[in-house]
């Protein structure tokens, strides 16, 4: 869309490192690439060949520093047209700024929970992490917990169905991109020498390095290995499975919402939350710092869940903390952030009226009718200049996208929302209802009502993301229709 911003993606990884930051924007790049157009720009190190082909790379060279990168990036890309999504430990608090001085927009994925934060969305998808436990600006939003969680596409809609599994005899086993400790190995011959596993499949990274484990699997024919399994493989082959080994990082996540008794641990520093979270929600079985164990540490970590008569326990924790909404929270998060209002004015009237006169939006009105242009005016000019109505024209990366209105009774307000033709689609319904609320309250305590025809499915979905709960059932000139409200205690700052 003609003027609306591009999002550069910003992560490294290679065999050294690691690969888990590159997977977690290829994640975000799919909730997103079908609404903005994007760049991923990594430093010219990282391991291209996991990079998927339709990608647009832009490569930082090599004799860029992590100070200078700021100043690289803005005589690159203009900061009025791209905004930036960042996951790497090497953003730290003078990146997040210099990026801020240089007018970005930022967001950034993180883990580790220090330093002084300047990015302006901070998303953790750890179970247990609050917005006190950072130190940020005034400005700051944050999008924390499972809720968040970032996940590809196939694995959110595997948390959308229930699994039961009532023995455990086909294994999954994967450790990342680099395994550096070999644990792959560890727990594979761990699993060997477990009663009841009829099969292990291990899924072996794009940088894994070690040999022992292709002897292992050459005697073995329990054992198959693989390497490169793109989205649709790994999903499939984790469905064929009803146990796994894997450490507390994104893997694990996507194991939760296929949902299966999952033997876990973490082996640095900021696989440690997230573990924590998990075995204390009960949604894995804890195995620790997984740097010093041994082949024996993994078998009998894994008795403990093949001797269980019941494995439910393990699903329903999993199921409660993936509810396969990541990606439409995912998609209110950027709007939210691209969605400002500013309120109607007489330049307004006839873009309003167009609006107004969209077949669609008469279809969802009370009043069907298509409306007549001397009418509007007048109606238009009272709404804006009364002091009963607070009348927004809401902006979409400052482009006019829609209308909210808020029309002031005597005990309660009542809302309108319209997003224009060109707009549809974007999913911007909550973020408009949500973020004009946020608007409203600041100078109303009112709480406002929503009155929506019984058949308008999208609309009811709509006010629930933002917040909106169910009220009561009432005819609306005799048509069947709900009431949805909202009050101030309710809303999010």
Request: proline share 3%.
């Amino acid at each position: 869309m003609p003027g609306q911003k591009k999002i550069l993606f910003r992560a490294d990884g290679d065999g050294n490192t690691g690969l888990g930051h590159l997977y977690r924007l290829f994640a975000l790049v799919e909730i997103y690439k079908k609404q903005f157009q994007f760049i991923f720009v990594t430093k010219a190190s990282s391991t291209k060949t996991i990079f998927p082909k339709d990608y647009h790379i832009f490569l930082v060279p090599e004799d860029i520093t992590i100070n200078d990168e700021p100043l690289w990036l803005h005589q690159n890309f203009n900061p009025s047209e791209h905004l930036i999504i960042a996951d790497g430990y090497q953003f730290k608090s003078d990146y997040h700024k210099q990026l801020k001085d240089y007018g970005y927009h930022l967001i950034y994925i993180d883990d580790l929970v220090e330093g002084k934060l300047y990015a302006d969305v901070i998303v953790n998808h750890a179970a247990n992490v609050e917005p006190s436990n950072y130190q940020v600006q005034p400005y700051t939003r944050f999008a924390l917990g499972t809720e968040y969680a970032i996940l590809r596409p196939l694995f959110v809609k595997a948390a959308q169905s229930e699994r039961h599994i009532n023995g455990t005899t086909n294994a999954f086993v994967c450790f990342g991109g680099a395994d550096a400790l070999d644990l792959s190995y560890k727990a594979t011959k761990a699993l060997l020498e477990t009663e009841k596993i009829k099969s292990i499949h291990v899924v072996l990274g794009a940088a894994y390095k070690h040999s022992d484990i292709e002897a292992l699997a050459t005697q073995n024919t329990q054992i198959k290995l693989y390497r490169n399994l793109d989205e649709h493989a790994l999903c499939n082959l984790m469905k064929s499975c009803d146990l796994a080994v894997a450490p507390s990082s994104t893997i694990v996540y996507e194991l939760c919402t296929v949902k299966m008794p999952i033997l876990s641990g973490y082996f640095v520093d900021n696989q440690i939350s997230m573990y924590n979270a998990l075995l204390q929600k009960g949604a894995i079985e804890g195995a620790g710092d997984l740097s010093t164990s041994t082949v024996q540490d993994f078998k009998t970590k894994l008795n403990i869940i093949i001797n269980q008569k019941q494995l439910g326990h393990y699903l329903k924790a999993q199921q409660k903390l993936f509810d396969g909404q990541s990606s439409n929270r995912f998609i209110k998060l950027l709007n939210d952030f691209l969605v400002t209002f500013r309120k109607a004015t007489k330049e307004d009237m006839l873009l309003v009226y167009n609006w107004s006169n969209d077949p669609l939006v008469r279809q969802n009105s009370y009043n069907t009718k298509e409306i007549d242009l001397a009418n509007h005016e007048k109606w238009f000019n009272q709404k804006i200049n009364g002091d009963k109505t607070l009348f927004l024209i809401a902006l979409f990366d400052n482009q006019p996208a829609g209308v909210v209105r808020y029309e002031i009774k005597e005990d309660h307000t009542i809302i309108g929302v319209l997003v224009s033709e060109k707009f549809r689609g974007k999913k911007l319904s909550p973020s408009f209802l949500s973020e004009s609320a946020k608007y409203y309250f600041k100078q109303n305590h009112l709480p406002i009502f929503a009155y929506i025809k019984e058949g308008n499915k999208a609309s009811i979905k709509a006010f629930e993301s933002a917040g909106y709960d169910f009220y009561k059932k009432e005819p609306v000139k005799e048509m069947p229709s709900f009431v949805y409200k909202l009050e101030k205690k309710d809303v999010k700052e």
